[in-house]
């Protein structure tokens, strides 16, 4: 099982290494004509419904929102009192199902990878430094990772660690 997940990997690895070696002169942050998913072959990219935590690299279209959220020092428990947070989340054209490669007999304290059915929204982050603010109210297709949600600061269940996107 753990040879076809790295089989795996390592196919998406050599694509996104192809789609950044051909064409070096877009940045991550501007609309790619000739974008990952063509070069992949990927036609339908929101057919396909099962996704899986880092650190599988993920495909995934839907439009960018901003919304806004209570914040510290109580998140929402006292709302004269709490700041207010903006987040960007990824409204997605269709629900998917985000699975955990986790066995649950093998699962330890703090491992928060649960599989999480009909996920509709995705707040994205970026540590790779991609900017969301140009692609606002845009459908667009993100390619990154999914993590689960661990600090109050984490607006959805599941989140993505966006390393491209383009406008779809």
Known sequence: MKTKYVSFFAFLVSICFFACCTNTST????????????????????????????????????TIIVETFFGPPGYGENPQTDSKEEAYILLLESP???LSTIDESEREEGDGDFTKYNVAKIQ?????????????????????????????????????????????
Do not use: W
């Not at 072959?41 to 650190?55: K, L």
């Not at 790779?128 to 993590?147: K, P, R």
């Open 27 to 62: 940045s991550h942050n501007e609309a790619n004509t000739d974008s990952l998913s063509q070069k992949a072959g990927i036609e339908t990219i929101s057919a396909q419904t099962d996704y899986y935590y880092e650190p599988e690299v993920s495909i995934i279209t839907g």
């Open 96 to 98: 998917i199902n985000v």
């Open 124 to 168: 994205l982050a970026s540590t790779a430094g991609v900017l969301f603010a140009n692609y606002t109210n845009q459908q667009v297709i993100v390619t990154g990772t999914l993590f689960s949600a661990i600090s109050g600061h984490h607006h959805t269940d599941v989140l993505m660690d966006v390393q491209n996107i383009e406008k779809n």
